[in-house]
């Protein structure tokens, strides 16, 4: 029997759309996405001949319509999870993905630990204050930078600025205090630049 199934497999020189039949039959037997091992337990082309045909298992299963991973998100599928998850469940949602509910509960539980009281993610506010202040440091204009807040947690754009590692622990290690944006020009700038007065801005 075993050796049947390996003549077989010499004989035959399976094509891509062979190769896609085969794995479409196969994930109807088994009721989900096969996985590369379990192809030897079925006659027909060996999990090698399907990757030497689509150079990646991944490629094969994508030419046959079907998800390589089911533990994990693609992209797009984040905010499919969000734009839907009022009017749909989570089952509802895995299904549609076509990935497991436990991915979704994840993503939730993930998306509700980040976002702050107001709804919005971190994530959201921080692209925002990149566009509003610049990807540049705003006191010594080096384009390695974080998103500081000179109020803590604070949504308001007025309570952030752009600062460069070196400018921002200036301000975490309170060598200079600042209380507004106004101080960043009045305070830190001029410390700044005394302690940088040999580099040229
Ligand atoms: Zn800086």
Known sequence: MA???KDKRFKK?????DIIDYLKGIEKILGRVPSSRELKNFPGPAPSTVTRRFRLWSNALKEAGMRPQTHQLLTGERSFIRMNWREMTDKEIANKLGVTEVVIKYYRMNYNLWKNRKGTSKSTYRKRAFKLYGEKCEICGIEICEWHHIKPKSIDPKDWCILCPLCHAV?????IIINNREDLKSKLMPFIKEAYKAIDF
Do not use: G, Q
């Not at 020189?13 to 759309?17: C, F, N």
């Not at 301000?171 to 060598?175: A, E, P, S």
């Open 3 to 5: 050796n049947l199934t």
């Open 171 to 175: 301000v975490t290690k309170k060598l």
């Open 13 to 17: 020189d399976y094509s891509k759309r």
